[in-house]
C-alpha cells in the first residue's frame, strides 16, 4: 500500500523559506510514469497546484509560483521536497503531497495524497 | 488553455441523480479526473480516465466526457456524497496540472 506522509514546520515566519518534505512508501519514486506533486489549500478555498517532481530531478512548477520555487527528490531516502521562499501571509495553507500516475497517452491521475500538513505565515 | 470551469454549487435529494461538470479546452484532449473532499479530509480520487473507479468507489459514481466538457454523475445520491468535488486534468500542453474550482454538493 503506497503512503504519503508531509512533514515541516506547521509556523514560519514572513519572507522566510518554507521547506516540506514527503516520505513516500510502498513504492519507488524511481518508477517511470510517476509525478511527485504539491498542492495546497488556502482556508476555505479550493485546491491550487504547485508542481511537481519526476525522479531524474525534472520539475514543473505554477507560472504563479515560480519564481519562489524549488522541488527536489530525494531517491536514496525516497522523499521529495519543497522550498517556498520569500513567504507571506498568502502562503498559509494546507499542502498535500500526491502522486500523479501516467497511464497512457493524455491519461494522468492523481492516485495517492498524503493527509495534508498546515502551515501558517505568521511573525 | 489554463483554467477548468466548474458548476457553482448544488444540492440533490437523497437517492436522486446529480450531475456536475467541468469545462475547459484542455479536456479536449486530456482525461479529466475527480475527486470528492470532505471537511477536513485529503482529497479521495472518484473517477478516472474513461469513467475509471478506483477500488472502493460505489458505482453509483460516473464519469463522461464531451468536448469541452467532462463531467461526474451521482445515480441515487447518499447522504455520504456531499462533500466538494473537484475536476483536473493536465493543460493543453501536457506540462502543467489545472484543478477545477470545486463544487461542493449537498445532500438533502
Known amino acids: 500500500q503506497v503512503q504519503l506522509q508531509e512533514s515541516g514546520p506547521g509556523l514560519v515566519k514572513p519572507s522566510q523559506t518554507l521547506s516540506l518534505t514527503c516520505t513516500v512508501s510502498g513504492a519507488s519514486l524511481n518508477n517511470i510514469g510517476h509525478y511527485w506533486t504539491w498542492i495546497r489549500q488556502h482556508p476555505g478555498k479550493g485546491l491550487e497546484w504547485i508542481g511537481y517532481?519526476?525522479?531524474?530531478?525534472?520539475?514543473y512548477y505554477n507560472p504563479s509560483l515560480k519564481s519562489r520555487l524549488t522541488m527536489s527528490v530525494d531517491t536514496s531516502k525516497n522523499q521529495f521536497s519543497l522550498s517556498l521562499s520569500s513567504v507571506t501571509a498568502a502562503d498559509t495553507a494546507v499542502y498535500y503531497c500526491a502522486r500523479d500516475r501516467y497511464l497512457g497517452p493524455y491519461y494522468y491521475y492523481m492516485d495517492v495524497w498524503g493527509k495534508g500538513t498546515t502551515v501558517t505565515v505568521s511573525s | 488553455s489554463f483554467e477548468l470551469t466548474q458548476d457553482p454549487p448544488a444540492s440533490v435529494a437523497l437517492g436522486q441523480t446529480v450531475t456536475i461538470t467541468c469545462q475547459g479546452d484542455s479536456l479536449r484532449t486530456f482525461y479529466a479526473s475527480w475527486f470528492q473532499q470532505k471537511p477536513g479530509q485529503a482529497p479521495v480520487v472518484v473517477i478516472y480516465g474513461r469513467n475509471k473507479r478506483p477500488s472502493g468507489i460505489p458505482d453509483r459514481f460516473s464519469g463522461s466526457s464531451s468536448g469541452n466538457t467532462a463531467s461526474l454523475t451521482i445515480t441515487g445520491a447518499q447522504a455520504e456524497d456531499g462533500a466538494d468535488y473537484y475536476c483536473s486534468s493536465r493543460d493543453s500542453s501536457g506540462d502543467h496540472l489545472l484543478i477545477g474550482g470545486g463544487t461542493k454538493l449537498t445532500v438533502l
Open positions: 517532481v519526476y525522479y531524474t530531478g525534472t520539475t
